[in-house]
């Protein structure tokens, strides 16, 4: 006799805490987290980000501070991005300062908080006049080869300085194998890859733009010839494939939520662990909708971090991860 109603009833396993608690086929902490975090000169500085709320850039001591307080929570990993405000280029000559900010930023945590794990972004929009992640021709076409002859310079400059993991969010095609060999080549054969292999040309990044500032370069181009079309998810694998094939360590989808079917898909098709983004537009939302009393942040939040694990998610970034992981933590 197969059991069914009224013999069977599914939520006799749900009427006690303990038997919820018991039946919770996922788990979340503070180590699955990445905390992505804007770097800016200067010192004991903050600026507040308007289309962040709670979101600060942030100079290199206060960054510090800030380091240790998470590995503290047990979020040991941060993502670094750049707030550039000297001179920007058509060739992006900052990106690969041996002394520029995000070179400095990672050698200062390092040698001061050493627990935590730091990764950087490689891709040149932070430091263009044009705001493009590569470099362009006279059309304003993106250029594949040359621009990763760029990235594979900040990728050497990142790993002198003791990055743990490179990030390449450019999308350029070939730059995973490049980086890699150029990496090994110097010697850096511990540098890790976290590639951003499937990264949507998406609507969602606009507070980001504001954060690097470079929404106001960028104008009305868009990213549409390198980032994928969101209506793709076959192609997203086929990129997928091509970053593990190449030597990624670890791969990441972006953006996060509107994008689980594409996360679960490649957990189930890489023997990989896959980060995803959860961006600057959907953390918007969510404060944007608590601030109106619509919606309850906290709850919100760990919720859709939940939805990362359950959709194949080893590591989330978020700009809520301090906040999480408070809350995870009982705080
Ligand atoms: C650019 C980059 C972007 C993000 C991370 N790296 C934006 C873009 O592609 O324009 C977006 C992150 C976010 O929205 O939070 N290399």
């Known amino acids: 006799m197969s059991a069914t109603y009224p013999t069977l009833r599914m939520r006799r396993m749900r009427r006690d805490a303990f038997t919820r608690a018991m039946m919770r086929e996922t788990s979340l902490s503070a180590a699955n987290l990445i905390w992505p975090v804007f770097v800016v000169e200067g010192e004991q500085r903050t600026m507040e980000i308007a289309s962040m709320p709670g979101v600060e850039r942030m100079s290199i001591d206060v960054l510090v501070d800030r380091a240790r307080e998470a590995a503290s929570l047990g979020v040991f990993a941060i993502a670094l991005f750049p707030y550039i405000e000297g001179e920007k280029t058509p060739y992006a000559e900052e ?3 041996a002394n520029g900010l995000i070179p ?18 490689v891709a040149l929009d932070p430091y263009t006049s044009h705001g493009q992640d590569g470099l362009i021709d006279e059309t304003g076409y993106i250029l594949n080869d040359e621009t990763i002859a760029v990235l594979i310079q900040q990728s050497l400059t990142h790993a002198a300085a003791g990055v743990d993991f490179v990030a390449p969010s450019d999308m350029m095609d070939g730059r995973i194998g490049a980086i890699r060999q150029a990496l090994d080549e110097a010697g850096f054969f511990q540098t890790k890859i976290l590639a951003y292999s499937a990264k949507f040309a998406s ?20 990213k549409d010839t390198y980032q994928l079309d969101f209506g793709n998810s076959i192609e997203a694998m086929r990129e997928c494939a091509l970053d593990v094939e190449e030597g990624a360590d670890m791969l990441m ?5 509107p994008y689980l079917d594409i996360l679960a898909r490649v957990k189930s098709e890489f023997k990989l662990p896959v980060a995803v983004y959860q961006v600057s537009g959907e953390f918007a939302m969510l404060k944007a909708a608590s601030a109106n009393g619509w919606l ?3 709850k919100c939040l760990l919720e859709t971090l939940m939805a990362f694990r359950r959709a194949g998610a080893s590591a989330i970034l978020t700009y809520g991860a301090i906040d999480a992981a408070r809350w995870l933590n009982g705080k």
Not at 104 to 121: H, M, N, W, Y
């Open 95 to 97: 990106a690969h300062n």
């Open 104 to 121: 400095r930023a990672v050698r200062t945590l390092k040698e001061q908080v050493p627990s935590i794990g730091v990764i950087t972004d």
């Open 203 to 222: 609507n969602f990044y606009g507070p980001f733009r504001d954060a690097v500032g470079s929404a106001a370069n960028l104008g009305v181009s868009t």
């Open 253 to 257: 989808v972006k953006p996060g939520l």
């Open 296 to 298: 309850d942040y906290k």
